[in-house]
């Protein structure tokens, strides 16, 4: 498959047209159509979206993770004043009896919660599934109202960003592996970002408002986040124009070190901290190989309250194809952070347990694969059938039920057409349209002599082979191809 990065110019501008259309957009009637904001897989969508979660998931396992799962709804008092300006977009459900609960908004916060209940101090766990958020499709490019999650987290007491270090290499890894294109990976603290907003004027109760402002830079220029901070979240403009010298600012472990030397930053004690800890992480991702694709950058705030130290976020970049152009972002894949308090609101004595982790954009990357694979040609195979069970005469079902569970008890993916006596072309076009390499046919000839016919659909040759050895024959082709 082509990198993203490579694709012609013309071919990203179709792609990323695709990308930012509502779902539904071409649907005229809303009766015969889903959910907006949802949508439905075909077979071929499905194979795409599990080799990417078996690609992920792998990944997580290679890093010692174990696997969990929490109920798809939540307490709704579990879940409120945890995500911020986010909270009002939960999905409330129905009073039941009681209980006023409410669809999970993401992964993170049940795994908290579970940590909490159980009184688990220390655990290495991945979590992949759905996730709801009222959201406008229509106005949030690449989002769905119901998509998948894919979360990896580090729980427990450490020192001092080895976790976070290994969360981001991972991050690497997956992206590098899915062939996604160049990308790059942002990272902050929130330490830093209030310490900023400290420094700068902001006063401490407009923090997390402000925050989430700045938290869409990646979506909105400067001048429209300002105008926000100023105009709706009544911050005074000098604040703003003060906070703007800082976001606009990106590097390496050279920018660290060179705020660590700001006359305004260098006298926040939080801000100190965070620059202190993101030194150390620069050193580790160094060893690690991947300092290259790190970017530090002050204009990373992630909008969810629980976050309260590194914060980082994962955006492919399309490569310009003429000098002096600025890399187009398709926006972020992965992101991630610590949050060292969430735990502890869940628990009834508040003890702590200091957590970080990452979380995979599966429709984002979903999206950007199949957007690629329509561009390219390329054909999905949508089942693994690797033998078709054939008869070029009439009366041979019984054969071939007894031909079949035979390939099915030795653990061989095989089919059968559901017909008394089809036409021996009929079974062979199946196999062509439908990708599957072998048929083995058995007929009368092959029947008086105790053979049947292994056919290669690719080369169309023909080899009788003992009936006893059928098995065996097959599982070899099998194991050479």
């Known amino acids: 498959m082509p990198q ?5 110019r013309r071919a990203w501008a179709a792609l990323l047209s695709q990308l930012l259309r509502p779902p539904c957009a071409s649907c005229t009637c809303a009766a015969s159509c889903h959910s907006q904001g949802t949508r439905d897989l075909s077979p071929q969508q499905m194979v795409v979206r599990e080799k990417i979660l078996d690609l992920v998931v792998s990944c997580f396992k290679r ?9 798809a709804f939540e307490l709704k008092e579990m879940l409120t004043e945890k995500y911020g300006e986010g909270s009002g977009l939960m999905y409330d459900l129905k009073d039941q009896g009681g209980e006023l609960l409410s669809l999970r908004y993401d992964l993170t916060v049940p795994f908290a919660r579970y940590l909490a209940m159980n009184k688990v101090k220390k655990m290495k766990r991945y979590h992949v599934g759905k996730v709801w958020r009222r959201e406008s499709p229509t106005i949030v490019q690449g989002r769905y109202r119901e998509f ?9 007491q450490f020192d001092p960003m080895i976790p976070d270090a290994e969360c981001l290499k991972i991050m690497c890894e997956i992206l ?10 942002k990272v902050n603290d929130r330490r830093i970002v209030d310490g900023m907003f400290a420094v700068c004027g902001v006063p401490e109760s407009k923090f997390r408002t402000i925050c989430s402002s700045i938290d869409k830079l990646d979506k909105m220029a400067w001048k429209d986040v300002r105008h926000e901070m100023v105009a709706k979240k009544g911050l005074a403009p000098e604040v703003a124009d003060r906070i703007g010298d800082y976001v606009q600012c990106h590097g390496g472990v050279s920018l660290v070190e060179q705020m660590l030397q700001d ?10 901290e965070g ?7 620069f050193e580790y991702l160094t060893l690690f190989g991947i300092a290259e694709k790190i970017s530090f950058d002050l204009s990373l705030a992630r909008g969810l309250d629980y976050y309260t130290g590194v914060i980082y976020e994962a955006v492919l970049l399309h490569t310009p194809t003429q000098a002096g152009e600025e890399p187009l972002s398709v926006g972020s894949v992965a992101a991630g952070g610590r949050y ?3 735990v502890g609101m869940f628990d009834p004595k508040g003890h702590k347990v200091p957590c970080v982790g990452l979380s995979i954009g599966v429709e984002r990357i979903f999206n950007i694969v199949e957007q690629r694979m329509k561009i390219s040609g390329e054909k999905v195979r949508t089942t693994e059938t690797q033998v078709l069970v054939a008869t070029p005469h009439k009366n041979f079902l019984q054969e071939r039920l007894k031909l079949i569970a035979e390939l099915w008890d030795a653990g061989i993916k095989a089919e059968m057409l559901y017909k008394n006596n089809p036409k021996l072309l009929t079974q062979l076009h199946y196999c062509e349209s439908t990708g599957i390499p072998l048929v083995v ?18 080369s169309r040759e023909e080899v009788a082979i003992k009936r006893e050895n059928l098995v065996a024959e097959i599982q070899k082709r099998l194991s050479e191809s």
């Not at 993203?4 to 012609?8: I, R, V, W």
């Not at 260098?266 to 100190?272: D, G, P, T, V, W």
């Not at 620059?275 to 992480?281: I, R, T, V």
């Open 263 to 272: 006359p305004r930053l260098s006298q926040n004690k939080q801000a100190l």
């Open 63 to 71: 890093h010692g993770a174990k696997g969990m799962d929490t109920p």
């Open 275 to 281: 620059l202190g800890d993101l030194k150390l992480l």
């Open 148 to 156: 998948c999650q894919c979360d990896f987290d580090i729980a427990g």
């Open 4 to 8: 993203l990065g490579l694709l012609p």
């Open 441 to 458: 046919i058995v007929g009368e000839q092959e029947l008086k002599e105790g053979v049947v016919k292994i056919r290669s659909v690719a």
């Open 176 to 185: 590098n592996g899915l062939q996604l294109g160049d990308f790059l990976i």
């Open 340 to 342: 060292d308090g969430l």
